[in-house]
């Protein structure tokens, strides 16, 4: 099921709706207000997954001790 991202024009709420089949704009409400007038926003796409067959793995980027290297990693 696509996801999309909406900001509510009457009270600027952030929500997701989930559309089964098409979309229908009509079928969207602002769950805090009500209203039915919205912008569907730019969702962002997901990362692409490392493969297992990489060497790089966290150990390898943030130390062998498995500490923290400040987020280089992605793990935080």
């Known amino acids: ?3 999309y991202d909406y900001r509510c024009e009457q009270c ?3 929500y997701d709706v989930y ?5 229908v704009a009509e079928d969207v409400l602002c769950p805090d207000c009500g209203s039915h007038e919205h912008k569907k926003l730019m969702s962002v796409p997901a990362a692409a997954a490392v493969s ?3 060497s790089n793995t966290a150990a390898d980027s943030c ?3 498995g500490g923290c290297c400040g987020g280089a990693c992605s793990v935080n």
Do not use: A
């Not at 559309?19 to 979309?23: G, L, P, S, T, Y």
């Open 1 to 3: 099921m696509p996801v």
């Open 12 to 14: 600027g709420s952030l």
């Open 19 to 23: 559309h089964k089949v098409r979309e």
């Open 52 to 54: 297992s067959s990489s």
């Open 63 to 65: 130390g062998m001790d």
